[in-house]
T-cell receptor, first 117, second 111 residues
Framework: GAVVSQHPSRVICKSGTSVKIECRSL??????MFWYRQFPKQSLMLMAT?????????EQGVEKDKFLINHASLTLSTLTVTSAHPEDSSFYIC?????????????FGSGTQLSVL | DAKTTQPPSMDCAEGRAANLPCNHS???????VYWYRQIHSQGPQYIIH???NNETNEMASLIITEDRKSSTLILPHATLRDTAVYYC????????????FGSGTQLTVLP
């Protein structure tokens, strides 16, 4: 089945630094990928929709200048958390559409646990 | 997308069937019912989806009522590894655009 690879799985950084998270679709092309964020004991919240070759679409309340998304190819989207602060500590998850027609579904990466000190 | 309602938690004995209900009374004709689960500190895992007919795969069965206002996910022989949060999501047009996650059901399989 379709696989989405997310890297790194865990990152610890100092406040003020930037962190890049990669999301790859391994055996299919994904024109659209989605980035979610999940705080402890809460559900997943959609942050943005990443479109190959065009600008990402951000959900209300998500700062586009802080969470930079690049989708330069059909198999790779990156999320960069710029000038990270402790409140950005969270579990970040990407997903991509795979399959066709009625079989289409979202496949999710394994997530990235970001801890900002 | 239609809103879903799930019980916050359920327990199930290992080896028994786990039946997880979901209400989606405002579902529209072109919306599919998707089920995902999330084991602690991992990304969500696809389980099954359907439109109106019952569906079965190697993981589970999905029973959708005739009026499509509710559904039940059935894990026929629950194991300890099935302990997870289970999300029932409806999404339009059979195209799984972004999925809106509710709070889900925490299923705990007991030994």
């Amino acid at each position: 089945g379709a696989v989405v690879s997310q890297h790194p799985s865990r990152v610890i950084c100092k406040s003020g630094t930037s962190v890049k998270i990669e999301c790859r679709s391994l055996d299919f092309q994904a024109t659209t990928m989605f980035w979610y964020r999940q705080f402890p004991k809460q559900s997943l919240m959609l942050m943005a929709t990443s479109n190959e070759g065009s600008k990402a679409t951000y959900e209300q309340g998500v700062e586009k200048d802080k969470f930079l998304i690049n989708h330069a190819s059909l198999t790779l989207s990156t999320l960069t958390v710029t000038s990270a602060h402790p409140e950005d500590s969270s579990f970040y998850i990407c997903s991509a559409r795979g399959g066709q027609g009625v079989r289409e579904k979202l496949f999710f990466g394994s997530g990235t646990q970001l801890s900002v000190l | 997308d239609a809103k879903t309602t799930q019980p916050p938690s359920m327990d199930c004995a290992e080896g028994r069937a786990a039946n997880l209900p979901c209400n989606h009374s405002t579902i529209s004709g072109n919306e599919y019912v998707y089920w995902y689960r999330q084991i602690h500190s991992q990304g969500p895992q696809y389980i099954i989806h359907g439109l109106k007919n019952n569906e079965t795969n190697e993981m589970a069965s999905l029973i959708i009522t005739e009026d499509r206002k509710s559904s039940t996910l059935i894990l026929p022989h629950a194991t300890l590894r099935d302990t997870a949060v289970y999300y029932c999501i409806v999404s339009s047009s059979g195209s799984a655009r972004q999925l809106t996650f509710g709070s889900g059901t925490q299923l705990t399989v007991l030994p």
